[in-house]
Nanobody, 125 residues
Framework: QLQLVESGGGLVQPGGSLRLSCEVS????????IGWFRQAPGKEREGVSC????????INADSVKGRFTISRDNAKNTVYLQMNSLEPEDTGVYFC??????????????????WGKGTLVTVSS
């Protein structure tokens, strides 16, 4: 059974950092494009960052460029999202998703087949 489980969320002050993890099981990570998405209260879900199968390419939303970094460790079946210089606007539930056939432009639009249940990130003083 294909599963994605996010962890690492929590409460952080503005300007702080968090690292989210997405651990996958039931499939071979190296064959899948992986993305991170978020949904703020009262807003639609948006793409944050995506990474290609080989980690050779990434794509990031303009709102997080220079602050967030996506990476993957296929041997550990885990994808990470390092978030620095966090702002209150980054608050939301963060989800990871996987798709075997998605290219990065499709990924950032959320056209992914498999989704985790999310982890909550709250940026507040």
């Amino acid at each position: 059974q294909l599963q994605l489980v996010e962890s690492g969320g929590g409460l952080v002050q503005p300007g702080g950092s968090l690292r989210l993890s997405c651990e996958v099981s039931g499939f071979t990570l190296e064959y899948y494009t992986i993305g991170w998405f978020r949904q703020a209260p009262g807003k639609e879900r948006e793409g944050v960052s995506c990474i290609s199968r080989t980690a050779g390419s990434t794509i990031n939303a303009d709102s997080v460029k220079g602050r967030f970094t996506i990476s993957r460790d296929n041997a550990k079946n885990t994808v990470y999202l390092q978030m620095n210089s966090l702002e209150p606007e980054d608050t939301g539930v963060y989800f990871c998703a996987a798709d075997r056939n998605a290219f990065l432009p499709m990924c950032i639009l959320g056209r992914m087949n498999y989704w985790g249940k999310g982890t909550l990130v709250t940026v507040s003083s």
